[in-house]
């Protein structure tokens, strides 16, 4: 079964040995050993944890962890995000992010500043099951294809192309539900709700209404996931190597969900940056009908595809280290796998001559 051929990879968080006596097998764990020694047996699931790494449950509460991570920390920043749509779609009315909640709260009321907040909360539960589900199932596959020294030697290209590949799926999952979010956001009087949103944009574009926006959304996406799961992914790594001032295992859990939140805040800001050209394009695609992406990137020019960075990158950076402390919350909740920072196999370090 595929499941079980994921447990024998270099992320599973303690390598697990089987032999064989009188037909009856036995499983001895290798302490302070990340990668797998042989063949794991069936459904092992280690002392402590509530699931076998790499097996369909573990997967699931992966994609749980991204529905709660994602789902509620992007629905908690709409007020912020629809300020920072308007700036980017019209710049002369909403010229700050403080000027445009004054404006906002002047035309719309408090009750305006949580416009999208349905398409946001829906639309981001679906990414983020998607995002961190599949990710953590490419970066397993990716992993067992190349082997565990090339996924030590190369995991930051296997971190990339482990969260394109997630990211790919997710935006499909995402795209009618910012398509509806923005619309609500930025065209005024069009509607109030999801469920007022979608037929009506339906009606008048069909299906090109949810989907026009997906390449850009791709566009935005892909470059920011690969950013926030390979940024943070090598600075959690670095900040116990070289800021914790002590090993990993040896810090209680409320200490390494605070290397998480440092770890994930500043991927954050690498990723607002990344991906804010086209985040703009989105906004405005999803305001102009029948503009393809090419004609609003021309309209806006270099200047007006980095509207609205500042208040991007508070939302963009606090949004990221909080879905990661979520995140990394819940596996903890859940007694989860929680594999530490990927260290060096022993094969390799033979080979590299490191060892007696």
């Not at 050993?33 to 992966?62: Q, T, W």
């Not at 990716?142 to 971190?159: A, C, M, P, V």
């Not at 926030?228 to 090993?247: D, G, H, I, N, W």
């Amino acid at each position: 079964m595929l499941f079980e051929k994921f447990r024998n990879n270099p992320f599973a968080s303690t390598a697990q040995c089987e032999k064989a006596d009188n037909n009856k097998y036995e499983t001895s764990l290798v302490p302070g050993r990340e990668i797998a020694a042989a063949a794991a047996v069936s459904n092992v699931v280690l002392p402590g944890d509530s699931c076998a790494f790499g097996s369909s449950k573990y997967f699931l509460l992966c994609g749980l962890g991204g529905i709660i991570s994602c789902g509620t920390t992007h629905t908690m920043v709409v007020p912020l995000d629809l300020v920072k749509c308007r700036i980017q779609v019209d710049p002369a009315k909403y010229k700050s992010v403080f000027y445009g909640f004054k404006v906002t709260l002047k035309e719309d009321g408090v009750k305006g500043l949580s416009k999208g907040w349905a398409p946001t909360f829906f639309g981001y539960s679906a990414q983020g099951l998607c995002k961190f589900g599949l990710y953590e199932v490419f970066k397993v596959i990716y992993s067992d294809i190349i082997g565990e020294e090339n996924s030590y030697l190369w995991r930051t290209t296997l971190y990339l192309a482990a969260s394109a590949s997630a990211e790919f799926f997710a935006d499909i999952a995402l795209s009618p539900f910012e398509a509806a979010k923005v619309k609500i956001q930025t065209t005024p009087g069009f509607a109030n709700t999801m469920r007022e949103a979608m037929p009506k944009m339906y009606s008048e574009e069909g299906l090109n209404a949810f989907y026009k926006g997906l390449v850009p959304l791709w566009m935005r996406q892909i470059p920011y996931t690969m950013m926030k799961f390979s940024c943070f992914e090598r600075t959690l790594e670095m900040l116990y190597a070289y800021v914790v001032p002590k090993p990993r295992a040896e810090c209680t859990k409320g200490e390494q969900l605070i290397v998480t939140f440092a770890a994930g805040y500043i991927a954050g800001v690498f990723c607002a940056i990344v991906s804010h050209p086209a985040d703009t394009v989105v906004s405005k695609l999803n305001q102009a009908k029948g503009a393809s992406a090419f004609d609003v990137a021309k309209k806006l020019g270099w200047g007006g595809l980095w509207g609205g960075l500042l208040p991007r990158i508070v939302m963009i950076g606090t949004l990221t280290a909080a879905q990661w402390f979520v995140y990394d919350g819940v596996k903890v909740a859940l007694s989860m796998p929680r594999p530490p920072p990927p260290e060096m196999p022993e094969s390799l370090k033979k080979k590299l001559g490191l060892t007696q």
